[in-house]
Nanobody, 115 residues
Framework: QVQLVESGGGLVQPGGSLRLSCAAS????????MGWYRRAPGKQRELVASITGGGSTDYADSVKGRFTISRDNVKNAVSLQMVSLKPEDTAVYYC?????????WGQGTQVTVSS
């Protein structure tokens, strides 16, 4: 069982930056692929970025070059650094831990990009 708690969301102006953090419980954090997803109003949830236990990363085309995912397997934490934010990045962002049939979600944190 893995419990995930996100933090770091908020209101930011276009072009600004935010850093989301996700703290995970459990002693086998390193075996999970961690991801950040988002759901914008009226849209389906989409994968923003993911990182394997070994550090391989993947990004949605819409955030490549602007977002960076990282993890600390000692601190059981994953982060999403977001720069050059756009209004279309506005969404609830969710932390996810996935391995085989195991799939865990955080409660979500709101990111609003608006002037």
């Amino acid at each position: 069982q893995v419990q995930l708690v996100e933090s770091g969301g908020g209101l930011v102006q276009p072009g600004g930056s935010l850093r989301l953090s996700c703290a995970a419980s459990g002693s086998v954090f390193h075996i999970y692929t961690m991801g950040w997803y988002r759901r914008a109003p009226g849209k389906q949830r989409e994968l923003v970025a993911s990182i394997t236990g070994g550090g391989s990363t993947d990004y949605a085309d819409s955030v490549k070059g602007r977002f960076t995912i990282s993890r600390d397997n000692v601190k059981n934490a994953v982060s999403l650094q977001m720069v050059s934010l756009k209004p279309e990045d506005t969404a609830v962002y969710y932390c996810n831990a996935k391995r085989a049939v195991s799939d865990y979600w955080g409660q979500g944190t709101q990111v609003t990009v608006s002037s």
